[in-house]
């Protein structure tokens, strides 16, 4: 079994890829669940929605978020009745949504929401939240905080960040299926998702740095450059007070991390690093990448 870290569009770019090489019942999936929010009484969580979605065959992988030709009718009537969204859900996606609302009020885990989720929509994978307890990613702004989701969708990122913080009530921990699941592994792959909004989180909760270091981790750095692929990542690392580039993501993962791989133009060197076309522009790319991972994981 394969494990990955996953989080934003980076890493289901790279599951895209894998899905071809892997039987998905082989493959586990630990997923950020600080960018989660309750919007109009739901449950979104984004990172585990675009995970099921993409293994459910139903994702808009144009934009790599929510459901391929959904629908907007209750987001726009919605609007029309005075409740203004500030993200466009589309009606498939918010019944995914209400449904693990309802799930979370009635007491479940939301790891057990997760799979009674995926077993609904026949997914094969094992898609695990990385923690049960709540958390939060904020951005702080001259603003005040904010809500990661508010200053990237709703604002666009167009507000200047001064720092990147986690609230929750009490430290979030990672559940046993997640320590079991990286256990498991043959290896653990970490796509290449923000460090700081995708990854961080993950580990940060409870018992992951421990469990990665006793496994063999691949990970594969987001940034050309100074520049991230897509996405906020240079301000947030910038705001999380690590250098924006290959180099400053290696520093957050270099305790645990045995192989790290750069994209083939990357202007910086880091020693011991492996070069790959990373852009996963397209589905041949991302099998492409996920062979080359593959060959490291198993030699052939």
Same mark, same amino acid.
């Given at each position: 079994?394969?494990?990955?870290?996953?989080?934003? @569009?980076?890493?289901?770019?790279?599951?895209?890829?894998?899905?071809?090489?892997?039987?998905?019942?082989?493959?586990?999936?630990?997923?950020?669940?600080?960018?989660?929010?309750?919007? =109009?009484?739901?449950?979104? =969580?984004?990172?585990? !929605?675009?995970?099921?979605?993409?293994?459910?065959?139903?994702?808009? @992988? &144009?934009?790599?978020?929510?459901?391929?030709?959904?629908?907007?009718?209750?987001?726009?009537?919605? +609007?029309?009745?005075?409740?203004?969204?500030?993200?466009?859900?589309?009606?498939? !996606?918010?019944?995914?949504?209400?449904?693990?609302?309802?799930?979370?009020?009635?007491?479940?885990?939301?790891?057990?929401?997760?799979?009674?989720?995926?077993?609904?929509?026949?997914?094969?994978?094992?898609?695990?939240?990385?923690?049960? =307890?709540?958390?939060?990613?904020?951005?702080?702004?001259?603003?005040?905080?904010?809500?990661?989701?508010?200053?990237?969708?709703?604002?666009?990122?167009?507000?200047?960040?001064?720092?990147?913080?986690?609230?929750?009530?009490?430290?979030?921990?990672?559940?046993?299926?997640?320590?079991?699941?990286?256990?498991?592994?043959?290896?653990?792959?970490?796509?290449?998702?923000?460090? #700081?909004?995708?990854? =961080?989180?993950?580990?940060?909760?409870?018992?992951?740095?421990?469990?990665?270091?006793?496994?063999?981790?691949?990970?594969?750095?987001?940034?050309?450059?100074?520049?991230?692929?897509? &996405?906020?990542?240079? +301000?947030?690392?910038?705001?999380?007070?690590?250098?924006?580039?290959?180099? &400053?993501?290696?520093?957050?993962?270099?305790?645990?991390?045995?192989?790290?791989?750069?994209?083939?133009?990357?202007? #910086?060197?880091?020693?011991?690093?492996?070069?790959?076309? @990373?852009?996963?522009?397209?589905?041949?790319?991302?099998?492409?990448?996920?062979?080359?991972?593959?060959?490291?994981?198993?030699?052939?």
């Amino acid at each position: 079994m394969i494990t990955f870290l996953s989080g934003g @569009t980076g890493t289901p770019k790279l599951l895209r890829g894998v899905q071809e090489l892997l039987d998905e019942r082989e493959i586990a999936v630990i997923v950020n669940t600080a960018e989660d929010t309750w919007l =109009s009484g739901n449950h979104l =969580s984004p990172d585990i !929605d675009t995970v099921m979605y993409l293994f459910a065959d139903i994702l808009d @992988t &144009g934009r790599w978020w929510g459901i391929r030709d959904d629908t907007y009718i209750t987001h726009d009537l919605l +609007a029309r009745l005075g409740i203004e969204e500030f993200i466009a859900i589309g009606d498939r !996606d918010r019944a995914v949504h209400v449904a693990r609302g309802e799930m979370l009020r009635g007491g479940m885990r939301l790891t057990e929401a997760t799979a009674t989720l995926c077993g609904k929509l026949d997914i094969q994978a094992t898609v695990l939240p990385m923690t049960d =307890s709540a958390v939060t990613t904020y951005v702080k702004t001259r603003r005040g905080d904010m809500h990661f989701q508010e200053y990237w969708v709703k604002h666009r990122g167009d507000v200047a960040i001064e720092g990147v913080v986690r609230r929750f009530r009490e430290p979030p921990v990672a559940t046993d299926e997640v320590l079991c699941a990286i256990e498991a592994s043959d290896a653990v792959i970490i796509g290449p998702s923000n460090p #700081v909004t995708s990854i =961080s989180p993950i580990l940060e909760c409870a018992g992951v740095r421990e469990a990665l270091r006793r496994q063999y981790v691949i990970a594969i750095s987001p940034f050309i450059g100074d520049a991230p692929v897509s &996405g906020p990542a240079a +301000a947030l690392m910038r705001a999380f007070g690590k250098e924006p580039s290959s180099a &400053g993501t290696y520093s957050l993962y270099e305790d645990f991390v045995d192989i790290f791989i750069q994209d083939t133009r990357d202007p #910086v060197e880091i020693l011991g690093a492996l070069r790959q076309d @990373t852009l996963m522009v397209y589905r041949g790319k991302s099998l492409d990448l996920a062979k080359s991972i593959m060959t490291l994981v198993y030699g052939c």
